[in-house]
């Protein structure tokens, strides 16, 4: 159980495209679903946390109005990087849980090149 | 913010070997994982463990949550436990990871 899939896997769009990543729960209910980022060698950066229903919560430094996230129901969030840049390429990475402070699994990311 | 060390930083093994892989946070924690992030980028699941010991076949893991810190150990590696291992730890709402430690078991 608690298996969490990602769409698309890798993408790769030209610069001011914008791209939309699913983020699914699919064999639980996801009361909180996060978003992650991951440069090459480097450690997971959050992104943003959602709550089903709610207004994303971003991390200090992320750009709401680039990176739009929408939670829609218990088992989908998605993430739209809107007139995406080259310095957006990245790993994209979204995780899920039934609660906070409760465990988190992920998803297998999405690997984002901007041209 | 809560801060989280992970040492080594890298780890290189012979097939057979055991180790020890260190997790450092620097305040109270509500959760704490453990993950092994594959070479396609996959994170999998290895422990949920805010504290006590608890074990999966080779490897186990142990949190003393009054003193901060928290333990992996492999044992008896093999090639495909290689990867990079994230310690992450929840202390509002969401996880924050360490650097991670990359470890390379070779054959």
């Known amino acids: 159980g608690a298996v969490v899939s990602q769409h698309p896997s890798r993408v790769i769009c030209k610069s001011g495209t914008s791209v939309k990543i699913e983020c699914r729960s699919l064999?639980?209910?996801?009361?909180?679903m996060f978003w992650y980022r991951q440069f090459p060698k480097q450690s997971l950066m959050l992104m943003a946390t959602?709550?089903?229903?709610?207004?994303?919560?971003?991390e200090q430094g992320v750009e709401k109005d680039k990176f739009l996230i929408n939670h829609a129901s218990l088992t989908l969030s998605t993430l739209t990087v809107t007139s995406a840049h080259p310095e957006d390429s990245s790993f994209y990475i979204c995780?899920?849980?039934?609660?906070?402070?409760?465990?988190?699994?992920f998803g297998p990311g999405t690997r984002l090149t901007v041209l | 913010g809560i801060q989280v060390e992970q040492s080594p930083p890298d780890l290189i093994l012979q097939e057979g070997a055991n180790s020890t892989l260190r997790c450092n946070f620097s305040d109270s924690v509500n959760n704490l994982q453990w993950f092994h992030q594959n070479p396609w980028g996959q994170l999998i699941n290895l422990f949920y463990?805010?504290?006590g010991t608890k074990q999966n076949g080779r490897l186990s893991a142990t949190t003393v949550a009054t003193e901060r810190y928290s333990l992996l150990y492999i044992s008896s590696s093999q090639t495909t436990d290689s990867g990079v291992y994230f310690c992450a730890v929840e202390a509002g709402t969401a996880l924050i990871f360490g650097k991670g430690t990359t470890l390379s078991v070779s054959s």
């Open positions: 995780s899920a849980s039934r609660a906070t402070a409760y465990e988190q699994f």
């Open positions: 064999d639980f209910q996801a009361t909180t």
């Open positions: 463990i805010p504290s």
């Open positions: 959602s709550n089903e229903g709610s207004k994303a919560t971003y």
